[in-house]
């Protein structure tokens, strides 16, 4: 034997039986199949493992795979057959207990029958395809026990059930739960969805309707906005409790529909309690609820934010029209920045700063701003306000907040160029009284006005400034050159390049000897430095410091305007003058001098002048005297200096036209602009071209703009095209 | 016992001792016991023994199986040389894949036996 192994090798008899015996196939089967009895009965303990095994791996070799796979089937299917008897007959509580426990009983036994059976899973199953023995499990308990009609319904409903329990507040077995719903999606995702989800989701959506009309019918909006809030955390809480993940959405959608959008027109209007009612009284907590389930369904934020711009627009227009507010300027703005700020917070807070919201409220602002034609003007008078005084006491920081909220509303403007000629007479007049409170915030408002509208726009403002300054050094140069004047009374002139200054028509006036002199000599000076120019003496806006000596000795020194100093300086050589000796001596016309007359003798407190008959009004056959008995606790006193203020119809009129005069040419510039480049166009895009250039500072009237074509046309810089009338052609 | 039988089961717990760390005590967690259809008895760690699937399965299925508890396998269908040459496998193929790259040397009149058991323990 020995020689034989090493020369060649026996292939020795086969050790395994050859089965002859027929009946080798249902002895071997017959063990197995009590075994698996066995197994179900949790009988197990006393089996071997490897003689079960080898079994069914002999059974499969010798290809009774066959009996020994629908064997198993039948064996199978007999247990579950029985168990579903035995759940069945579970009462009321304990049923879902029983289920759940013969469920981890079968997947238990299921698994050693795998084990056990694991050759024949891996050879013939494979090469028949047929269902492998997990799945086949998994599919038999299925379909007897779960599919078992009494068993099913009576599953499906205790389930809901309970998750209806659970909604209404009482504390349910969430693990109980959680593995009935896992053995769902143990038996595939189908099942899951066919067998409950979908049920459980037609039963929450039937919940949350009545639910949320029963709330809708008593609740306001804000409480029941919590009340949608904590049933979706609910929701969301009980997924993650108990369901499969890919519910949530499922679930969270089917209560955002029937909470928020099906309900949604009527809680945003609601009476007393809806979106406007959050808005106006600053409901930050409702309104950010509100804002976060709104933007869970579609169009919900739409809703929220048409209703907020209506609102917007309705309050606006009514804040812009009411006369009231009108007649303090100051006020109106105030009111307006402070509803910006407020409804920037909500937006800030609630909104969380949600950019289409910002967009809205900028858009409204902008409609409701321009519906009142005076509000460049009223803008104006604002920031004259706040720079006059309103900036006393201010940190340099608040000051540029305050300017920045300012520029905030001048953008909103559509007519900014109406602004820039109210702003330019405003500071005209804040220069040359000296009332600035601030010029480091004055040229910061010009940096800020510059950025936005470009250099164009403050050259001229920039140019008062400069003015200012030059004057300064002129003055120093004129006394620095005539030192003989210091004795005597004290000139200071502030030379305006006319361009840049608000024109106003020179008015006449006969200076004082004393003061004239001293014009003449100040007049030579310049002009022998700066040869041809051209001076004009501006007297209706220059101020006079005069010292006064009164009837029982009071010396007062008085502030006056240059007109009011004329008048008190004739009360040098007499006692007593009627108003036509002032006028005819004067010449100042009459409505100023009335008016002037009228700050001296009228004003309690300030009547350097008496007046004869002691009305209010100047009559023309008035005569006036030097108040003796004036007195006044100061020293210094300050007659009716002119300050700033609202215009007068005729003025507003005045003002308007100058400046519709001054847009023909801008808009002429504009059209002719592009046409150069375009060489040739048509009507409708050339207004709108036009339009859109001259947009930063105007709205363009497309009346006006065909006009100002017509007159190009008539002085050549453009031409109609000969075969069709619509289009113009540049001329070069 | 025949010489011969006397001299391989010798070997074989010469075979056993030298790859094992314990032999003293069989508890279950370290140690599997392996027994061959003359009843030779091989004691193997037990992370040599998973190499094989089957009796993998064996150990870990729940259920209580007798395996499991004693951590003892009988193999009447498999012999004794053919039961040691797969306890020499098992280690080997431990050894070879945490790097070790030797030669496994079979002898050719094992091959048919060795590759019937083979299938049975899924190996």
Request: proline share 4%.
């Given at each position: 034997m020995s020689n034989q192994k090493k020369r060649n090798f026996q292939i020795e008899a086969f050790k395994h039986r050859v089965v002859v015996d027929p009946k080798y196939a249902d002895k071997t089967w017959q063990i197995l199949e009590r075994a698996i009895h066995q197994i179900y009965n949790q009988?197990?303990?006393?089996?071997?493992f490897e003689e079960l095994y080898r079994n069914a791996y002999n059974m499969v070799l010798h290809k009774f795979g066959e009996k020994l796979y629908s064997g198993f089937i039948a064996t199978m299917t007999a247990h579950l057959k029985e168990k579903s008897k035995l759940i069945e007959a579970a009462q009321g509580g304990s049923f879902l207990e029983e289920l759940n426990k013969k469920w981890n009983e079968h997947n238990k036994a299921l698994e050693m029958i795998r084990d056990i059976l694991m050759y024949m899973d891996r050879t013939y199953i494979e090469s028949t395809k047929k269902t492998h023995v997990h799945p086949m499990g998994l599919n038999l308990w299925r379909d007897n026990v779960v599919h078992f009609p009494k068993i099913h319904t009576r599953l499906l409903n205790t389930l809901l059930d309970l998750v209806q329990k659970e909604r209404t507040g009482e504390v349910i077995d969430r693990g109980l739960m959680r593995n009935v719903i896992k053995m769902f999606m143990d038996l595939g995702e189908s099942v899951y969805q066919e067998d409950f989800e979908k049920p459980f989701l037609e039963a929450s959506s039937e919940f949350y309707k009545v639910e949320s009309q029963e709330f809708i019918e008593s609740c306001d909006c804000g409480d029941y906005l919590k009340k949608a809030e904590k049933r979706l955390t609910e929701e969301i809480d009980r997924v993650a409790h108990y369901?499969?993940?890919?519910s949530e959405e499922k679930i969270t959608s089917v209560v955002e529909k029937e909470m928020i959008a099906n309900h949604m027109q009527r809680l945003v209007h609601?009476?007393?309690?809806?979106l406007v009612n959050m808005l106006l009284n600053d409901k930050y907590e409702d309104l950010g609820r509100m804002y976060n389930l709104f933007r869970r369904v579609t169009n919900g934020l739409l809703t929220v934010r048409d209703v907020m711009t209506s609102h917007l627009r309705e309050m606006g227009k009514q804040l812009v029209t009411d006369p009231e507010k009108s007649k303090d300027p100051v006020e109106y703005v105030q009111r307006l920045l402070d509803e910006r700020d407020k409804y920037d917070k909500v937006i800030n807070t609630a909104f969380g700063n949600d950019k289409t919201f910002q967009n809205a409220l900028n858009s409204s602002f902008e409609y409701f701003i321009n519906l009142n034609a005076r509000s460049p003007e009223f803008i104006s008078l604002f920031v004259d306000d706040k720079l006059r005084?309103?900036?006393?006491?201010?940190t340099d920081v608040d000051v540029e907040v305050i300017l920045d909220k300012v520029m905030m509303l001048f953008r909103y403007l559509q007519e900014k160029d109406v602004f820039e000629k109210y702003y330019k007479q405003h500071l005209a007049k804040r220069l040359l009284s000296g009332k600035t409170v601030s010029d480091d915030a004055e040229r910061s408002l010009i940096v800020k006005l510059k950025t936005e509208c470009g250099y164009q726009f403050t050259s001229k403002l920039e140019g008062m400034f400069t003015d200012m300054k030059t004057s300064e050094d002129t003055m120093r140069g004129f006394y620095g050159s005539h030192p003989e004047l210091s004795e005597g009374p004290t000139l200071i002139v502030q030379v305006l390049t006319t361009g840049s200054w608000p024109t106003q028509p020179a008015v006449p006036c006969n200076l004082p000897a004393e003061v004239s002199v001293l014009c003449e000599k100040f007049r030579s000076y310049y002009l022998g430095t700066h040869t041809g120019r051209r001076l004009s003496w501006q007297t209706n806006m220059g101020t006079a410091d005069i010292k006064a000596v009164f009837g029982k000795g009071q010396k007062h020194e008085l502030n006056v305007s240059t007109f009011q100093m004329c008048v008190l300086m004739l009360f040098n050589n007499s006692d007593r003058l009627s108003y036509k000796e002032i006028e005819q001596a004067t010449e100042i016309p009459a409505p100023d001098l009335k008016r002037c007359l009228q700050s001296l003798a009228c004003v309690k407190g300030k009547n350097v002048i008496k007046k004869e008959p002691m009305s209010k009004d100047i009559g023309e056959e008035d005569s006036f005297f030097v108040n003796d008995k004036f007195t006044s606790k100061f020293y210094k006193v300050k007659i009716g200096t002119v300050v700033a203020q609202k215009e007068t119809e005729p003025e507003k009129q005045e003002t308007r036209q100058r400046v519709e005069e001054d847009r023909k040419p801008q808009i002429e510039a504009a059209i002719v602009r592009i046409m150069k480049s375009r060489k040739i166009l048509d009507h409708n895009n050339i207004i709108a071209e036009v339009t859109k250039q001259l947009q930063p500072r105007f709205l363009a009237n497309p009346t006006e703009i065909k006009k100002r074509i017509e007159s190009l046309i008539e002085r050549d810089f453009l031409e109609r095209d000969s075969t069709d009338r619509k289009l113009y052609r540049y001329l070069a | 016992m025949t010489k011969g039988a006397e001299k391989k089961q010798r070997k074989a717990k010469a075979v056993a001792e030298k790859k094992?760390?314990?032999?003293t005590t069989t508890t279950m967690r370290e140690t599997v016991k392996l027994i061959s259809m003359e009843g030779f008895e091989f004691v193997i760690d037990r992370e040599a023994a998973m190499v094989s699937h089957t009796i993998r399965s064996m150990l870990t299925s729940p259920g209580g199986f007798s395996e499991s508890k004693d951590g003892v396998v009988t193999f009447p269908d498999i012999s004794t040389p053919i039961l040691e040459k797969i306890c020499q496998y098992f280690y080997w193929s431990l050894q070879y894949s945490r790097g070790k790259e030797t030669e496994f040397h079979i002898e050719p009149e094992l091959t048919l036996e060795l590759m019937m058991a083979a299938n049975y323990l899924h190996t």
């Open positions: 009988d197990a303990s006393g089996l071997s369901l499969d993940p890919k609601m009476e007393n309690s809806g005084k309103g900036l006393k006491g201010i | 094992e760390t314990t032999t």
